[in-house]
């Protein structure tokens, strides 16, 4: 490359980066500032220094168990979604007829279509099923929603297995579960971990389901809580920034250990199969 | 013999089923079911959880006519247009841009592409959260900057007018999500083969009809691909605004998407009734899903004229 498009290259894209650093950098430090300092010196780093925002969000604003709320609901949800997605892959790849055909054309048609328009009769459901206020009304939407990529994905990638294995294990009399659950699952295991991915930042973000879903307290996830305490500290900068960052960190901190992981997984769903 | 292989079909037919009815069943229960259900309730009215009484397309037709109704709807939809207008063409923009520069070979690469992807990570509801704070008209970093600089004429209420509201939210979304776009034609601009751009280049192509000319043209399928995501997506948003103008779309509805004037009407309650329309909310839903549903088709027909080219 010249030099000169090469200092523009890093001059455009050191600008965006600063644009997408800036906000993310004032969250943090300004909330170990005292409003005060906040409105003072914005930018810099805490002259002050507290952790009153963090303690009051911990102890007031019951934040952990938001936290344990949404970590049962997105490992219970992913751990579901992976075994009946790889499960129903599985056989839609290996079974040749019209009937599998079908099935996976209404699975697919999923991806384009939000689940959040049918929210109206799902309200009516849960209160059917006596669910609402629990986080179990949350689950079995999230595995349902997760259905159309996971198996889009994985059927893609069972489709690309190498055809001796089935057939060796075949010969050999095993039962098609046995064959799943042993060779096929652990071959998977690159493909899960992008659904999973995919999956779990959806769902550990998801805002519109407990919002719809859940009032109780004891019931509440962090995006639930958040918008809760948020409202309460608007005017408690120190706090409400407070709050904002105990809900980025957890993703935030991952990202960064797995980041080529998670824009894999992130933009699975735009990858022609 | 033959009866002997009927009866292996049965069986295999019903092992196969068997393997894809747990996911099935949770879709159709969870998803499928409830979506056509939808359509069904948009033909009733009555209030709160059971709308029992039939009554045809009148949710329709008040949805078009009755003026309380049609201000709202046409209002949400006019404004769902822009914010999705806004992304096609700026994010999508901005996004092929940067996936330009990132495509070529420096040191670094790696870390800006990190960079740029990361807000995509975080809930929607805390970065509008955070905008708030930033865009504030008092204390907010920008408009604090804006006065520092001798620019006070610039700092505006960003949320608080009108004129400016929907554009502002669109354009921190922008921010949240230029990210997908970059990285997916990225991907795209990485696979075209070195030879071809090498042979033009001998030709003597400048970049910019490489560019245009070579490059473009094979990444249309990753256009065709980011347009219909942008398009499902933004039809659809909700925690943005829910985060930054509230669910009535502040200021006087004006940044009311539908997804807000769905939640409202069907879900909530509108002030000061509190009682949620569920036939006119599932009248609603059912309209966004004809529209996404025309998006999406005309968006198959065309690719698939491109791919028979």
Known sequence: MRRTSQFFVYLVLTIWAAI??????????????????????????????????????????????????????????????????????????????????????????????????????????????ALQNTIWSLIPVYVAMGMPISIFILTA???????????????????????????????????????????????????????????????RTIALGVSLLFGQYRTDWTRALSTLSLAAMPILILYVFLSREFIKGLTAGAVKG | ??????????????????????????????????????????????KGFTPTEFVGFRNYIDLFTNPFWRERFLGAVKHTTIFFIIHMTVQNSLGLFFATLLSANFKGRNFYRTVIFAPATLSVLVTGFLWTLILNPHWGAINLTLKAIGLASWAKPWLGDEKLALVTISLTSVWQWVGMPTVLFLAGLLGISEEIIEAARVDGASAWSVFWKIKFPLLKPVVGVVAILTF??????????????????????????????????????????????????????????????????????TSRERDAE
Do not use: C
């Not at chain 1, 970590?71 to 997605?85: D, K, P």
């Not at chain 1, 999973?196 to 019931?219: G, H, Q, S, T, Y």
């Open chain 1, 20 to 129: 997408v650093m800036f906000p993310l950098w004032t969250l943090v430090v300004n909330s170990f500032k005292p409003q005060k300092e906040i409105f003072s010196s914005p930018f810099g780093l805490p002259q002050h220094f507290t952790v009153e925002g963090y303690k009051a969000v911990w102890v007031n604003g019951n934040f952990g168990t938001y936290f344990l709320n949404t970590l049962y609901v997105t490992v219970i949800s992913l751990v579901l979604i992976v075994l009946l997605g790889s499960m129903a892959a599985y056989a839609l790849a290996k079974w040749h007829s019209k009937t599998s055909t079908a099935l996976y054309i209404f699975f697919i048609a999923g991806l384009m279509i939000p689940i959040r328009l049918g929210t109206i009769d799902l309200v009516r459901l849960m209160k059917f099923l």
């Open chain 1, 157 to 219: 990638f069972v489709k690309n297995l190498p055809r001796e294995m089935f057939d060796a294990a075949k010969v050999d009399g095993a039962a098609e579960w046995r064959i799943y659950s042993q060779i096929v699952l652990p071959l998977l295991r690159p493909a899960i971990a992008t659904v999973a991915i995919f999956n779990m930042i959806k769902i550990w973000n998801d805002f519109w389901f407990p919002l719809v879903f859940i009032r109780m307290e004891k019931a």
């Open chain 2, 1 to 46: 013999m033959l009866a002997e292989r009927i009866k292996r079909q049965r069986r295999e037919r019903i092992t196969w089923l068997l393997f894809i009815l747990p996911a099935l069943v949770v879709y159709v229960v969870f998803m499928a079911g409830p979506l056509f259900d939808s359509m069904r309730l948009s033909f009733y009215t009555g």
């Open chain 2, 232 to 301: 499902v997506d933004n039809f659809n948003a909700f925690d943005v605004i829910y985060a930054m103008a509230g669910v009535k779309g502040e200021p006087n509805y004006s940044t009311d998407l539908l997804a807000t004037f769905f939640y409202r009407t069907g879900i909530a309650g509108e002030h000061p009734v509190g009682i949620p329309n569920m036939g006119m909310g599932a009248t609603i839903a059912t309209l966004t899903f004809v529209i996404l549903m025309t998006g999406v088709l005309i968006w198959l027909y």
